[in-house]
């Protein structure tokens, strides 16, 4: 069975500063996508990263970006020029290729925040 | 584009009531999933519904139980409440849970306090 670990259990950054949130996974599987979910105080899960395991290049959204290191099965997320906006729960979540995709294994969260 | 919509926002129930949570997808999104969060086991899948059948399961007892109507919207239950299903459980929809292109798109969820 697929695992996810975020080993940082709470992470605090300057305003405009960066920071980097880990995560690890365990399968045996060869492909599969990874993602990133940020949970603010309103509970909603929004999806700020994604990447799929064939792909070597590492993926990018305006600020945040990830590095992707399969054969280590390491998948961080850097967040540059942070904001006070982006405090929140970090969630990593796994699914597999041929899965469904409602079907996530996330990890436990990384409680990003952010000091003025 | 309104969005995942969940009811109600909070819910208290005494031990051994059972409950019924409903969610309305994003129009046009025909797969629904439900998870289930709390502090110490983070976020768990319970199910996922397409086209009114239920497509995966998680590992729940089976008090957990849902639906999906014609429409689209689910309901989950649990029934036989324990103290231990205390939980913010949220829904997610996306257009088809086959395709790869479809990101789930989360509600902001029904926070259950079993007292």
């Known amino acids: 069975a697929q695992t996810v670990t975020q080993s940082q259990p709470e992470m605090s950054v300057q305003e405009a500063e960066t920071v980097t949130l880990s995560c690890t996974y365990d399968?045996?599987?060869?492909?599969?996508?990874l993602f990133w979910y940020k949970q603010p105080p309103s509970r909603q899960m929004i999806l700020v990263i994604r990447?799929?395991?064939?792909?070597?290049q590492n993926a990018t959204e305006n600020r945040f970006s990830v590095n992707f290191q399969k054969a280590a099965k390491s998948f961080s997320l850097k967040i540059s020029d942070s904001q006070l906006g982006d405090a929140a729960m970090y969630f990593c979540?796994?699914?597999?290729?041929?899965?469904?995709?409602?079907?996530?294994?996330f990890g436990k969260g990384t409680k990003l925040s952010v000091k003025p | 584009k309104a969005g995942v919509t969940q009811t109600p926002r909070y819910l208290i129930k005494t031990r051994g009531q059972q409950v019924t949570l409903s969610c309305s997808p994003i129009s046009g999104h025909r797969s629904v999933s439900w998870y289930q969060q709390t502090p110490g086991q983070g976020l768990q899948f319970l199910f996922e519904y397409f086209s009114e059948t239920q497509r995966n399961k998680g590992n729940f007892p089976g008090r957990f139980s849902g639906r999906q109507f014609s429409n689209s919207r689910s309901e989950m239950n649990v029934s036989t409440l324990e103290l231990g299903d205390s939980a913010l459980y949220l829904c997610a929809s996306s257009l088809d849970p086959g395709s790869n292109n479809s990101p789930l798109h989360f509600g902001n969820g029904t926070r259950l306090t079993v007292t």
């Open positions: 990447q799929e395991a064939y792909k070597q």
């Open positions: 979540a796994y699914r597999s290729y041929g899965g469904s995709q409602g079907n996530l294994i």
């Open positions: 399968t045996s599987e060869s492909d599969y996508y």
